[in-house]
């Protein structure tokens, strides 16, 4: 079947580096995506990797090893604002994402 | 990216009711989404919205309850039939740009009472 993995939450601290993984199996493969989410709004795209190697984009970089079945968000200079859940979601071989159920960050001062 | 707008944003409704809520992008895209995401929970995927025929619906999702229309490549709505507080929900509406970045409405926030 297809699943993707993620930690249900996590915690870090104002101006620190925090780094969220995420596992995936999917029927073929047609990219990984990372979404920011914050309580009550819509998810808001941060990333597309499809191919094996860390993309940067301002603090924010995004990680895949196609091999592996893995990617990971890199967060650096953590702000309050980055509080929220983060949603990774891989593309199947029908072009359908399958969604994981998301990483609560919780920044603290 | 695509910017997307959907009406209405929220709306508190009686059981037994139906609501449409409207997509309206500002760039002819070709792929269409509706998601369904309940509390503390990830996105549920209700159907593709086809432009020109039938939308494809997901397992679980059917088009008495669900029907869906896309008369144009930007624009979509989705109708919530016979509600029931099961139906409580964010639904979202999402468009699929270039190199596949997939982009998402605000979202309708819907309470059924």
């Known amino acids: 079947g297809q699943n993707i993995d993620q930690p249900t939450e996590m915690t870090a601290t104002e101006g620190a580096i925090v780094q969220i993984n995420c596992t995936y199996q999917?029927?073929?493969?047609?990219?990984l995506f990372w979404y920011q989410q914050h309580a009550g709004e819509a998810p808001t795209f941060l990333s597309y990797?499809?191919l094996d190697g860390l993309e940067e984009k301002g603090r924010f970089s995004s990680f895949l090893s196609r091999s592996k079945g893995y990617s990971y968000l890199l967060l650096k200079e953590l702000q309050m604002k980055d509080s929220a859940s983060y949603l990774c979601?891989?593309?199947?071989?029908?072009?359908?994402?399958?969604w994981g159920a998301g990483t609560k960050l919780i920044i603290k001062p | 990216s695509a910017v997307i707008s959907q009406k209405p944003s929220r709306d508190i409704c009686q059981r037994g009711t139906s609501l449409t809520i409207q997509c309206q992008v500002d760039?002819?895209?070709?792929?269409m989404f509706w998601y369904r995401q309940q509390p503390g929970q990830s996105l549920t995927l209700i159907a593709t919205?086809?432009?020109?025929?039938?939308?494809?619906?997901e397992s679980g999702f059917v088009i008495d309850k669900f029907p869906i229309s896309r008369p144009n490549l930007t624009f979509s709505t989705l109708t919530v039939s016979n509600m029931s507080p099961e139906d409580s929900s964010i639904y979202l509406c999402?468009?699929?740009?270039?190199?596949?970045?997939?982009?998402f409405g605000p979202g309708t926030r819907l309470t059924v009472l």
């Open positions: 999402s468009v699929r740009a270039r190199e596949n970045e997939q982009f």
């Open positions: 760039s002819q895209v070709t792929m």
């Open positions: 919205a086809n432009q020109g025929s039938e939308a494809t619906y």
């Open positions: 999917t029927s073929g493969f047609n990219g």
């Open positions: 990797n499809v």
């Open positions: 979601a891989a593309m199947d071989s029908n072009y359908q994402l399958i």
